[in-house]
Structure formats: C-alpha cells, structure tokens
C-alpha cells in the first residue's frame, strides 16, 4: 500500500509498504528517520518515543496505516540542522549520554513532560519517564538533565 | 592464550610539563565526540546500518534445549517469493564452530543442539517479514533428548557428557595456608545467584556488505572487533584481510556482545547473494541471541576466632556454563581467586566449578565472576558477625585488606587497597531523613503508584558490603592495546587525529582518547577516526580496561609524537628537547616561554606514531591456584537504605552511598555516570532481575517479564570518588566501570534482611521471599536450602 504523512513539517510518501509495518518501521527504514529506536518493539522502553499529532505515543505500537494522513514529529524534527534544542542541551551538559540507544525517546518524553508541566518535582519527574528504559546511566544524570532543561525553558 | 610478554612496560617519558591546562584534556568533564549526534538522532548504531539493494537475513532456531537433529528440509523455505537464501551447516565454508576461549559453538547445528534458541538455518530475503516467514518453513525433525538443567547433575560422572571434553569446562582448586585450621566460631550457608541479562537496548544487529572479489566488510556492534574478525576469517575460510569490521554504533554491551552474534551469518548471506544483508535480532531473539551472567551455587564456611578475625573461608562454587564454553573459564578464575573477598584471610580452600547445561550459554556479563561471589562473601561477613554479636561493619574493619594484603592465590596487592577507608567514608555519609510519618508519599514508598501501602508495616532497613574486582586481563594472557597518533596543521592549525580499534559501548573511551591527546600534545583540536580493524587490536571493551589498555596505548604514542616534534623544535633552536614542551599548540622553552606556533613549526609535516601497549605481565594459576594472576585491583563500598513492605515483600531503594577509588578520574563526569549505572544493575539483581528458565527453556524473553529498574525504581546516589593513583597505570588510573556493580547488590540484600529478620540467602529477592513465605528463617541461623 502506499501512506502519505507528515514527519517534521514534511509531507512523505512511501511506497509498497506492507500493511503489518509499524510506525517505527516506516520511519526507519522507508523514510530516512533512523533517530526513533527499536530497543523493545513492544512499548516497554520508550526507545521509538515519537508525537503523533502532538500526542506522545511510541511508534512500535502504531501501525504505519493509522499514521496515514497525520503528522508525526520525530526526535530529528525538534531543532534545526545544525540546532540543539534546549533539552538536547541539557542532555549533553548532565552527561545523561552513555550509550544514546535511550536518548532519542527520552529527549521526546522530557519535551512533552516539561511542555505540560514547565516545573515538574522530582517524583513528576520519575513517574513521566518510568516508561523510558536507560541500562547505561541509572537515571540520576537523566533526572539532573530534566531539571536543567526545565530551568532553562523557564529563564528563555 | 598465550604468555605475556616479558618486556618492561614502556620507559616513563617526560609529562607535558605544566602550562596552561588545554582545553578538555584529561581531568575535565569534557563532551562526549559522540554526544551531539546521540542527542539529535543522527548517530548510526548498527540497527541503523541501511542500503538500497540490501537483504534482510533471520535465523532459523532450536525449540528444544537438547536434541538430535534428523533431517533439515528447506525446499519450502527456498519456494518463498523474495527468499534469495537458505543457508544450513554445509554451507559453513571453513570452520563448522566458533567461540571466544574455545570453539565448541557450531555456527550453524548440524547433529545436536544443546539449547533452546540454537541457530541451525538462515534465510535472506528482500523484506524481514518474508525472512521470517520463510524461516518458519525450514522443516527440521528433532529426536528430542532428556536436558541436562542442574549443574550438580552435570557434574555427575553417570550424566551424559554433553561436549567431548565432559561437562566440567573448568575447575579451579586453590589451596592457601594451613589445610585445616582451627576457629572458634563458624558460619555456614549456601547462596544462589539467578540468571542476570545484560539487558543492552541495542539489539543485535549490523550489515554485511560483500566486496565483489569474495572479501567482506562488516559493520556491527561489539566489544572487540580483532577477535570477531580471527573466528569470522576462520568460519568463513577468508583471510583476516579480507574480512573488514567497522565498529557501527552500539547501544549498550556489558559483556554481551563478547561472543558472536550476527556476525558469521550475515557474512554468510551477503556472500552467497552478493547483496549487502543486514540483520537485527527482536528483543525475544536478543535473549537467545547472546550470552548471560552465569547463574550460581555457592557453598560457603567462614572461620573466625572469637575477637572477629577471619581464620578460613571454605567454599565450593559452581557455575552454570549452559551449552558452550564462552567465557566461562575465565569467569571461574575470577570468581575463585577473588572469592574470599577484598580481606585478609589467612587460609582458604576454594573448588570452583564452570560446567556445561542445556541451559541458555553464559559469558560476560559487567563483574565477570566478581559478582556472585562478592553476594555470597558478603553474606557471609554479615553472618559471621551476627555469630559474633559484632557490628558487620566493625568485622569488615578489622580484617580489611591493605596494600600488601596476600591473596588467596598468594599475589600480594601492589596498589592501592583502602578497604576500611572506603567502608568507613559509607558508614559514616548522611542517613536520608527518616520516611515521612503521618501522611507519606505512596510515590515514596514501596509499591509506589500501585497504592500497595499507606505506609503500614514498611520497615526500613540498613546495609553494608565491599568488594574488589582484577582489572585489564589476567592468568598470562598477553593482553595489549594499540593506537596510532598523527599530528599535522592542514589548514594552519595543529590537530591531532587518534586511531584504535577500542570499542566505544557508552562507557565513554571516545572521550577519554580525545582528552588525553589533547594533554599529552598541548593541542585542542582532536578528532577520532572509526574504530575498525585497519589498525592493530585494541583487546575487548571488558574488565574495565580501555582506560588503562586503549588510553595508555595512545598516551604512549602521544609521547612518541610529541619526542619528535620536540627535537626537531630543539634542532632548529640549538636548545635540549628537555628544555622544550607542547602547550596550546605552542612549543614553549622552559627558559624563554612560547618560542614557535606548533602550526608553524609542522608546517606540510605529519608527524604519526603507532604504540602497543601492555600492562605488566600476570601468570597463570598453579595446580594449587597459587600465582600473580591478576594486574590489578579496584575496590569500592556501599551502603544501601530500603523501606520494604514486609507483608507484601515489596522493597523501595531509598537511598545508596557509594566511595570508589578509581586511582585518578581522567573525566569525572563519566565516572559518576559509570557508578550510578552500575548500581543500577546491581539493584536489578538484588531485587527483580532474573532470566526464568525452566526445563531449559527461557519463559520471560521480553522487556515485558524480564525487569530492569526504572527510574522510579533508582535512589538518589551519592559517590565519594577517591583518586589514590595505581602505581602500575597510565596516570593511576584503575577500571572503572565493574566495581558498582560488584558490592551494591549485597548491600541491598543485607538492607532488606535488616529490615526483615529474613536470611534472603538467594537473588534475586522476589516479593514472596522477602515477604517469608518461601523461607522463614530468620537471619543468623541455617536456612532451609535456598530453591
């Protein structure tokens, strides 16, 4: 079949796509977005965390065919070539980067977590990101990360 | 393995003299090289590998953990529209097994499987779903044969043999002081280890692009791509030159991407289609796919006299190999030589066994056989000194080792040894306050969100423990590390270019290269080229030993390019080239300061060394496990706090305080970063971590059923990073990255028996367990044997 979406404000095609391919898997593979990660590919790890329509959903569990027609915003699409976006930032200044295989879905998460809570606690914190997997950095330095990307959003 | 060479380290050379400090050298929480395009999504883990006219490759496994295999049918497989291959053992070209330490692993089944999820046949097809498919239809017929599941019962003499060697792939007997010394008061008891995974997120994966002239280069993650390459040219009876690994972008190891996964099969596809293939394991194939910590038995008596002092320790430790050998000779050598514990302890009979099963294979997994010996010594410190009506702490205190302590093996420790200080600065950090009374946080307390308690019958309890861990490799292998270092000013600005084949798995070696050319050349501008096997081995990203290894090849080669630079600076000046030194790209005179722009003087010249690097070299174990076995040793403490519902059996961390000397912290930021993610897994193992297998079949192989902490799951962590500088390291430095994982599990244990009065002699703690209902002895006294 083919699909037509928006991924990053650009409208793609692809085609000959078989009609049990995720979400995730178009991206990857069909569409040139690699940056949204297949750790689990059952919605245990967050790795593939993704916008669909602004909404937070990984994209292992959505079939490419219910994204036909919407507009999914992937961990490439949140800065410009070239830009970081503030959480990006406070990613690489907390050393919340080991491996990375968790960073994409987690800079995703963080982004949707401190565009509905701009001053999240650190239980808040916990609990939004408990369904984002990291084996590297035992979470302390992802936390530190939240909070700085949150001062940050709140001085800019 | 071979004998290590007996030449002398490399000859001190003069360091870079002082200076301004470059910017990110070594010291300096410096960026990761790899950290910008991990952030936007643009960095290419081995998953990511992608070419227009590539196949996709699956394998085809056994059901059954032990079998005959009769007959291999793939004529419907073959029939599939968009199948190009199916390949079976004959198509192996040139050796039929594999493996790190011996190659009993066949690449392909052909007459027996040994376990559950055995590769026997492989497809390539254009799409993965049709692989799949056509996977399914390869027809094998099995004489399903009776598994071999306990260890004990492998040991067995009447147990079939399931390898030509017999089911015991190593023991190690060590025999140290008296044989039969005399103690006043003893302490008995028997600890089980379950099966931990190494749980990386990056699944296995890589693409195999074939040449056209019958050669292949091969892009994947790994943690040691020589090795990879010596048993890929010997299966695919290739020469190493023909076979070309790239290091592609690896999302986690932790000792699980030491043995091949994907590596000898998509070769084998790309090179039967002449198509690039690429293959990558789901999160179910992933447990099959590579190797588990080992789990263990371990009997143990410890001898003490009445004031507390260590007399003996007794134990008999048996480790499950599962079906191949992997790494589990070494892993027995480190689980018995380092199994009494980082004390003084003055005799010691070990017997520590690694035996075949038809459970899934064991291997490396981040403490190597540290850590299930360190769960069981330190439970028995704590048993000890409940005997003793001792504080543990003090017990441990009063026998810790020191430089100069002799272990079991009979090596004295050369370096560093601050047991006491370490157990000491967690005893004595800041308690967390108290659980809040009256109306608490169920996000704070056990059971979290689930709404498990109000906080009624939550106990909150108190654990310590220490351990130690070898560094770099041990037993006379000839374990070395290379790097090239070039030097040039293309565009009239000096940059240094590194080049290894060291495995950058996240622990950060990309960093610490880059920082320590930036010292050791006065230059900023560093750049690293890929890691593949165009240059010479940089030995495994394991043992916690790529600072020392990989950083002191290319320190080494640092100073063999900076020498040439400074007496070519001295030639032009007339002046000693030990008058000279490189900072901030200035060649800067000790007498006259800043004499030449470093860009100047190179000028078109490219100055470039290549060094190899080698620790001093280690021996084997005698009969009697007596030998210098080791080249080093790391030591840390814990000390964890947990609140633990003790009707439901449900265990909130609250709270870990680490101290680790790590001899010098070349980036600290990344030292943190390696403690708190090691006491993450080591939590993992005290408390939910456990590949289920039963009838030597895995029943959690997912993200679903097998658990790793998340972050409600992870305490706050408060490391005390003590630098006391190893004599025999570049710049001191020790591993980093295994000893917090080593101790932090004991502590949780013996936290959570604080809190309950349980003995908890086996870890996995799980809820029932630690609720009593599996075990009711309390704490101090012979349990029923652990299940």
Redesign the interface.
């Known amino acids: 079949m083919q699909l037509n979406l928006e991924v990053n404000g650009q409208v793609l095609q692809a085609d000959d796509v ?1 009609a ?1 391919e995720s979400l995730l898997y178009v991206l ?2 069909r569409l040139g ?10 919605g ?2 967050g ?1 593939c965390s993704v916008y669909l329509d602004g909404t937070l959903v990984c994209s292992c569990l959505v079939l490419a065919a219910q994204a036909e027609g919407r507009a999914v915003v ?3 699409g949140l ?1 410009g070539a070239g830009l ?1 976006h503030p959480v ?1 930032e406070a ?2 200044a907390a ?1 919340a ?8 879905g987690l ?1 995703v998460a963080t982004h949707d977590l401190i565009a509905r809570n701009p001053a999240p606690s650190d ?1 808040e ?3 939004a ?15 530190d990360a939240v909070r700085l990307a949150a001062e940050k959003a709140a001085t800019s | 393995m071979s004998r290590a060479s007996t030449a002398p380290v490399a000859p001190p050379v003069a360091p870079p003299k002082e200076g301004v400090p470059v910017q990110g050298g070594v010291g300096t ?1 410096a ?2 090289p ?3 395009p ?8 081995s ?2 590998m ?1 070419d227009e006219h590539m196949l996709w490759g699956a394998t085809v496994r056994s059901p059954h953990p032990h079998a005959c295999i009769v007959s291999i049918d793939i004529t419907d497989a073959l029939k599939h529209p968009g199948v190009h291959a199916v390949l079976t053992h004959e198509d192996v070209a040139g050796r039929k097994t594999f493996g790190l330490e011996r190659p009993d692993q066949p690449v392909l089944a052909s007459e027996r499987v040994r376990y559950r999820g055995e590769p026997i046949a492989l497809v390539a097809a254009a ?1 993965p ?1 049709t692989a799949r498919r056509a996977a399914e239809a390869v027809h094998i017929d099995y004489e399903v044969l009776q598994p071999v599941t306990d260890p004990e019962v492998a040991l067995d003499a009447a147990t079939v043999a399931l390898h030509p060697s017999g089911n015991v792939v190593r023991h190690i007997h060590i025999a140290h002081g008296e044989p039969d010394p005399e103690a006043d008061v003893v302490a008995e008891a028997t600890y089980e280890v379950g099966m931990q995974d ?6 296995e994966s890589g693409l195999a692009v074939p040449d056209g002239s019958g050669g292949v280069d091969l892009y994947v993650s790994t943690q040691w791509l020589h090795v990879d390459r010596e048993q890929l040219a010997a299966s695919l009876a290739l020469a190493p030159e023909e076979v070309r690994i790239t290091l592609a ?6 000792g699980a991407r030491e043995d091949l996964s994907i590596q000898i099969h998509s070769c084998m596809l790309a090179l039967t289609t002449n198509r690039p293939v690429k293959m ?1 394991y ?2 179910e194939e992933s447990f099959y796919g590579h190797v588990h910590r080992h789990p263990a038995r371990l009997n143990y008596i410890h001898g003490a006299t009445t004031s507390g002092e260590l007399v003996f320790v007794k134990a008999r430790l048996v480790f499950d190999g599962g079906a191949y050998a992997s790494s589990s000779t070494a892993v027995c050598a480190n689980a018995a030589t380092l199994c009494c514990g980082p004390y003084e302890v003055p005799n010691a009979l070990i017997d520590c066994y690694a035996v075949y099963t038809n459970n899934p294979p064991c291997g490396a997994m981040r403490g190597f056989g540290a850590v299930q010996a360190c769960f069981a010594y330190e439970s028995q410190m704590d048993l000890l000194a409940a005997k003793l009506a001792m504080d543990p702490v003090e017990l441990r205190l009063r026998n810790a080792a020191s430089t100069g302590t002799v272990t079991p093996t009979g090596q004295k420790i050369e370096g560093p040894a601050p047991v006491a200080e370490l157990l000491t600065r967690v005893r004595d950090a800041p308690l967390p306050p108290p659980g809040s009374p009256g109306t608490p ?1 169920i ?2 307390l056990p059971g979290g ?1 689930s709404n498990a308690t109000h906080g009624e019958a939550v106990r909150r309890g108190i654990g310590h423990a220490a351990g130690y861990k070898n560094i770099c490799y041990s037993e006379g292998f000839d374990d070395y590390a290379t790097a090239r270092v070039r030097l040039s000013a293309p565009a009239g600005e000096p940059v240094v270019e590194v080049h290894t084949a060291a495995a950058e ?4 070696v990309a960093t610490i290269q880059l920082q320590i050319a930036r010292t050791e050349l006065g230059v900023e501008a560093a750049v690293l080229r890929p890691a593949d096997t165009s240059i010479g081995s940089s030995g495994s990203s394991s043992a916690s030993r790529q600072t020392w290894m990989t950083g002191g090849a290319v320190k080494t080669a640092c100073e063999a390019v900076r020498e040439r630079v400074l007496s070519t600076a001295a030639e032009v000046l007339g002046a000693e080239p030990g008058e000279l030194y490189l900072s901030n790209g200035l060649v800067m005179s000790l007498e006259l300061g800043a004499v030449y722009s470093l860009a100047e003087l190179l000028g078109d010249t490219v100055v470039e060394a290549t060094r190899e690097y080698r620790h001093a070299p280690t021996s084997p174990l005698d009969a009697n496990g007596q030998g210098n076995a080791h080249a080093g040793f790391a030591f840390a403490a814990h000390r964890a706090v947990v609140d633990v519902d003790v009707e439901l059996g449900l265990v909130k961390v609250v709270d870990i305080a680490t101290a680790q000397d790590v001899g010098m912290a070349l980036n600290p ?2 030292v ?2 390696q403690i ?6 080591g939590i993992g193992l005290a408390l939910m971590e456990e590949v289920q297998v039963i009838d030597g079949v895995i029943r959690n192989p ?3 059923d097998y658990l ?5 799951d ?1 305490p ?2 408060h490391a005390d990073v003590l630098e006391l500088g190893d004599p025999g390291s570049p710049y001191g430095v020790k591993g980093v990255g295994e000893p917090p994982v080593i101790s932090s599990t004991p502590a949780v244990v013996a936290a959570v028996r604080a809190a309950t009065g349980r003995a908890l002699r086996r870890i996995p703690m799980r809820p029932d367990d630690v609720a009593g209902l599996t075990d009711r002895s309390p704490a101090g006294e012979a349990p029923r044997e652990p299940r």
């Open positions: 078989w049990g990857r593979e977005c690699p940056g949204s990660k297949n750790a689990c590919e059952q245990e790890c790795s992937t961990v490439e800065a970081l990006q990613f690489l050393g980067v080991q491996c990375g295989f968790c960073t994409p800079i239980p914190i916990r609990e990101l408990a369904g984002n997997l990291c084996r590297c950095t035992g979470y302390v330095k992802i936390l | 929480s960026l990761r790899d950290g910008v991990k952030v936007k999504g643009e960095f290419a883990y998953s990511d992608w799409h779903e190494q749980a990386f997120l990056g699944p972008g690896v999302g986690g190891a932790f990558m789901s999160r946080d996000r704070e969100v798995v996240g622990q950060g930021q990344a943190e970063g708190e993610g090691g006491i993450a897994q997912s993200f679903t790793i902490p998340t972050s409600l992870m706050p962590v």
